[in-house]
């Protein structure tokens, strides 16, 4: 297979572990004899430094001709003024839009052996495997946002379509899982949440019919992630109810930095990337943990590039690699040899040539 894979290190430690990604695809393409080519462009804080602005026309116009798009994170310190006409955040929030990817897939999955990692009790984290799937280009972050001296607003819509088409998504996904769903809103205080509620239950009873819905508020599903996570096994909800459920279901893997994502749309162009964000505090100490970024690439293998084999090769590669004993800073529990970025992507590395 040739493919285009446009990549955006963008800031804090992005360019680190978007090293990772790229060396990881290198290795698939000569493993199984595919040819993989790389554009390599500015978003975010990146973008501001080099062109002023956050999401370069060159940026777009790449992502559009690739295949896929790997990015590594956006924002810091550096460009953290709330009142800055531009900032780094609207280079990742313009990207999704110009993409037109609206469905944001977050597996959760514990490995055994990182269950100390985790803040959590042991015994509830046994049979822990989710996916959460995210609205990501309407509600409140898109809305219309208004500020003067004494107040300010953000406008929260959504569409019928747009809950519609991010159900059908989490329903299919579903199907393929536990053929369980379920969906999460705030229909005791918000409109768009019961308008959100009345299109899933019509969306869920007209075309899966046999699939299991609940519907479940967000305080209560932020509890139940932590005190019965198991439970779950697809979550489908808005865009800043999954931003945060997400970041809250990341510590059920013992860290952030093992979570990947996969934000896709109707095209097959889909954007990859860890949730970890650019934590600028070790930004360039080459301690990151490349995981989360690994996992990513092996869901840009399974989206886009349509290679199941070589993405199960993959994560199990990541699963066998941690099982093994390879540690970074962040999931290091007793006196573990903790690995680089680099290094923990060399394990990953060797364990899928064996």
């Known amino acids: 297979m040739d493919a285009l894979i446009t990549l955006l290190p963008g800031d804090g430690i992005g360019p680190e572990v978007t090293k990772s990604g790229r060396s990881i695809l290198d290795t698939i393409g000569k493993e199984f004899g595919h040819n993989f080519s790389f554009s390599e462009q500015h978003i975010g804080g990146s973008g501001i430094d080099h062109c002023n602005d956050p999401l370069p026309s060159n940026t777009i116009s790449s992502c559009n001709e690739s295949n896929a798009v790997i990015l590594g994170a956006v924002g810091g310190p550096k460009w953290d003024n709330p009142n800055a006409k531009i900032r780094p955040e609207q280079g990742l929030l313009g990207l999704r839009a110009a993409l037109k990817v609206f469905a944001n897939i977050r597996p959760v999955q514990i490995i055994p052996s990182l269950s100390n990692a985790s803040p959590l009790k042991n015994h509830l984290l046994k049979d822990v495997d989710l996916l959460v799937i995210r609205e990501l280009t309407g509600g409140i972050y898109f809305g219309e946002k208004k500020r003067n001296k004494s107040s300010a607003s953000d406008l929260c819509i959504y569409h019928d379509y747009e809950v519609e088409r991010i159900i059908r998504v989490a329903a299919k996904l579903a199907k393929t899982r536990k053929n369980k769903l379920c969906s999460v809103d705030k229909a005791n205080v918000l409109e768009t949440s019961r308008l959100w509620r009345d299109i899933t239950t019509k969306t869920m009873s007209s075309e899966f019919p046999d699939t299991a819905i609940e519907h479940i508020l967000v305080d209560a599903a932020a509890m139940y992630l932590i005190n019965r996570p198991a439970d779950f096994d697809v979550i489908v909800t808005e865009n800043m109810f999954g931003d945060i459920l997400t970041d809250e279901a990341s510590m059920l893997s013992g860290s952030m930095g093992m979570l990947p994502s996969a934000s896709l749309g109707e095209s097959s162009v889909g954007l990859y990337e860890p949730i970890h964000g650019s934590a600028p505090d070790i930004a360039g100490k ?26 199960d090769l993959l994560e199990q590669a990541i699963y066998d690699a941690i099982e093994g004993g390879a540690r970074t800073a962040d999931i290091a529990t007793n006196n573990e040899n903790i690995l680089s970025t680099d290094e923990m992507t060399n394990v990953i590395i060797n364990r899928l040539k064996k």
Not at 291 to 302: E, H, K, N, Q, T
Not at 303 to 309: D, F, I, K
Request: hydrophobic share 45%; aromatic share 0%.
């Open 286 to 311: 080459g301690i990151a943990n490349p995981c989360g970024m690994i996992g990513s690439v092996a869901l840009l293998l399974r989206h886009s590039l349509n290679l199941n084999e070589e993405a």
